[in-house]
């Protein structure tokens, strides 16, 4: 019998706004004050963090990666493959989601639709992208 | 020709929907709130492995505000376009009732009820889920399959 896959995923924020990142998508955590350049801005996610700390996520994309800003702590959180399950698009595309994380059934947190914030300039996507830089000490 | 409806209590009011829709009748299920979702599709449960939307009944039909969350049952319903889950209060069992006996709503002062059923003085509406959920479907901006 095949065992069963198992997905790991990164994940930002903190609940109940938490979103889940595939773990193979990220290219490279970098700290805030390290990295300069254009990123979506998704630190809304982590306001409920008491952890203010900043990180940048290097996902990767069609084309060239894209840079998320977050805020506070990462996880990894690994689910089976049958506990990752595909979001109806009538919920899925105003949420910019696009699977569900429900361990034994019990819906958990939302995966980020990455396919779609590649078109994120051009649509109404939730997230701003703005520019950071390089803190300076 | 006989219709058959199952009864279902939203707050203290009863209203029917066709049985033919209905998939199954479970307790009070977890659902996670969506983000920057309509209001009445708030939410996600899960049912057979697949995640289904959850539809505020109460607040479509014009009788709760935001009440989905505190319903101690889910209605498993299936519609042309997929799989919804609805939070009610109670369901009785499925009843056959006359067509004659299913007047047309006058006035129509619930939306998407269709007929009125009288009984012991109490009118009680048959919703049309069909069209309902077609329409949030249609208003959210899906394609494909809904559930």
Redesign the interface.
């Known amino acids: 019998m095949q065992a069963e896959r198992t997905l790991k995923f990164v994940v930002v924020g903190a609940a109940?706004?938490a979103v889940a990142i595939p773990a193979g998508a990220v290219l490279n955590v970098l700290s805030e004050r390290d990295f300069s350049g254009s990123a979506l801005d998704l630190r809304a996610l982590g306001a409920a963090s008491d952890d203010a700390s900043g990180h940048v996520l290097l996902v990767a994309g069609e084309g060239a990666p894209i840079a998320l800003r977050v805020r506070g702590g990462l996880d990894l959180l690994s689910a089976r493959e049958?506990e990752v399950?595909?979001?109806?698009?009538?919920?899925g595309?105003?949420?910019?989601?696009s699977?569900?994380i429900?361990p034994r059934?019990?819906?958990?947190?939302?995966v980020l639709d990455l396919a779609r914030l590649e078109e994120a300039h051009t649509v109404d996507c939730?997230w701003q992208a703005h520019t950071v830089e390089p803190e300076t000490r | 020709m006989d219709a058959h409806v199952l009864p279902i209590q939203l707050d203290s009011t009863w209203f029917f929907i066709e049985a033919r829709h209905v998939r199954e009748v479970l307790g009070a299920e977890?659902?996670?709130?969506?983000?920057?979702?309509?209001a009445e599709?708030p939410?996600?449960?899960?049912w057979r492995?697949?995640?289904?939307?959850l539809v505020d009944l109460g607040r479509v039909l014009g009788i709760a505000q935001g009440a989905a969350k505190g319903r101690p049952r889910t209605l498993i319903v299936r519609h042309e376009r997929?799989v919804a889950a609805l939070p009610i209060d109670a369901a009785r069992v499925v009843r056959r009732i006359p067509s004659e006996e299913l007047k047309l709503v006058q006035g129509g002062l619930i939306p998407y009820g269709t007929r009125e059923f009288e009984e012991q003085g109490e009118i009680v509406t048959l919703i049309d889920l069909e069209t309902l959920l077609s329409d949030?479907?249609r208003a959210?901006?899906?394609?494909?399959?809904?559930?």
Not at chain 1, 85 to 91: D, H, Q, S
Not at chain 2, 49 to 53: E, I, L, Q, T
């Open positions: 109940p706004e049958t399950l595909p979001l109806p698009p009538l919920l595309r105003s949420a910019w989601m699977h569900l429900a059934g019990v819906p958990l947190l939302f939730p | 977890p659902w996670l709130p969506i983000p920057r979702s309509r599709l939410g996600v449960v899960v492995g697949r995640a289904v939307p997929g949030l479907d959210a901006g899906a394609s494909g399959d809904a559930g």
